[in-house]
């Protein structure tokens, strides 16, 4: 399995890339934040768990997030090559894919961000109810007011989208972002590039990493 990590703070594009690279170069993408939504649109116990942490800004507890990772990479074939979008966010997360070879991440792509941009782009980000498609109100807006471009789903306001909760998501992303940049710095896996410009020049960027 080949795994590549996208590592960033809230807002600063991971998800945009990852769905945009995933269609067009068919790899799997996992995002943790979309796994939970799901879970939560399901009503199962997890979705219901990590709400109160996700509705806060905090972080669902790593065994639980471990969990969730692991049964997922387990369901894939040897040969498969995934994007790994929300995960790993703590040191104990990036340990654990560590512990066996064929989960360990080849590379880690850091984006880059000012963070006086991240509030704006998350403020704007209006999300699709149905499909999770993300648009922003300003820099990539839909073509219908409040309609999905994709599926005609509505599109909505992410709870942890709202400033105060912004915030708190903020504040835990950088407590822990130098802890696991240092840990990919040391096992030369880490790759940083500036996540502050258009989408398709960033996508012509990160391209270059996937061989
Ligand atoms: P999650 O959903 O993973 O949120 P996040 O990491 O905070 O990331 P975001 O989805 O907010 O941002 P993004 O970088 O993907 O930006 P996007 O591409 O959408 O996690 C949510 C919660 O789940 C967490 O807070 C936590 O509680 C829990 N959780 C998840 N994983 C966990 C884990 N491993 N451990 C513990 N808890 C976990 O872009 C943002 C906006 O900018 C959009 O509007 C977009 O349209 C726009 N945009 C994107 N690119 C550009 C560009 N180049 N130019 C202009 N605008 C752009």
């Known amino acids: 399995m080949t795994i590549v990590v996208f ?3 809230p807002g600063s594009g991971k998800g945009t890339q990852a769905k945009k690279l995933s269609e067009e170069l068919s790899i799997k993408h996992f995002s943790t934040g979309d796994m939970l939504r799901h879970h939560l649109k399901k009503g199962t116990p997890l979705g219901v768990k990590a709400n109160a942490f996700i509705e806060r800004g905090t ?3 790593d065994e639980v997030m471990i969990e969730l990772i692991e049964n997922s990479l387990g369901q894939l074939s040897s040969g498969a090559k995934v994007i790994l979008d929300g995960f790993p966010r703590t040191v104990p997360q990036s340990e654990a894919l560590d512990a066996k070879p064929s989960t360990a991440p ?3 792509i850091y984006f880059k961000m000012p963070e006086s941009v991240l509030i704006e782009r998350l403020t704007g980000r209006r999300t699709c109810q149905n499909c999770g498609e993300s648009f922003h109100l300003e820099f990539i807006p839909p073509k219908k007011t409040g309609i999905c471009d994709k599926c005609n789903g509505p599109l909505v306001q992410r709870k942890d989208d709202m400033e105060d909760v912004i915030k708190k998501r903020l ?3 950088y407590s822990q972002n ?3 940049l240092n ?3 040391n096992s030369r896996r880490l790759v940083e590039i500036d996540a502050h410009q258009p989408v398709e020049s ?3 960027e990160i391209k270059r990493y996937f061989g």
């Open 178 to 180: 130098s802890l696991l």
């Open 183 to 185: 840990f990919y710095k």
């Open 59 to 61: 972080l669902v507890p």
């Open 106 to 108: 080849s590379s880690v």
């Open 171 to 173: 504040e835990i992303f």
């Open 202 to 204: 960033l996508n012509t």
């Open 7 to 9: 590592l960033g703070a």
